[in-house]
Nanobody
Framework: QVQLVESGGGLVQAGGSLRLSCVAS????????MAWYRQAPGKQRESVAT???????NYVDFVKGRFTISRDNAKNTVYLQMNSLKPEDTAVYYC????????????????WGQGTQVTVSS
């Protein structure tokens, strides 16, 4: 069984910073892409940033220049450094990872964390 556990959310004033972490644990042979998504009340879940196994990175336009995604492969961990936060960044942030759970499997599965709340006050 694989678990993704996020941490680092909280309440911050506009212009402030937060750093989210997500640790993958359990039956893991290899991790492909890792990503952060978010879902604001009444809205659909949306992609924020993605980092591939080799370090390739993509950001959605509205976080470029403010958020930085990184990963530590030795720790099976992905981070999201969020700077210059805005009230519209308020959402539950979810970690996502594409994981191959065993050497004997030839496919990867999609896993989600439980989410961490980020609230930005104006």
């Amino acid at each position: 069984q694989v678990q993704l556990v996020e941490s680092g959310g909280g309440l911050v004033q506009a212009g402030g910073s937060l750093r989210l972490s997500c640790v993958a644990s359990g039956s893991i042979f290899s991790i492909n892409a890792m990503a952060w998504y978010r879902q604001a009340p009444g809205k659909q879940r949306e992609s924020v940033a993605t980092i591939g196994a080799g370090g390739s990175i993509n950001y959605v336009d509205f976080v470029k220049g403010r958020f930085t995604i990184s990963r530590d492969n030795a720790k099976n961990t992905v981070y999201l450094q969020m700077n210059s936060l805005k009230p519209e960044d308020t959402a539950v942030y979810y970690c996502n990872a594409i994981i191959r759970v065993a050497r004997t499997t030839d496919y990867a599965q999609n896993f989600w964390g439980q989410g961490t709340q980020v609230t930005v006050s104006s």
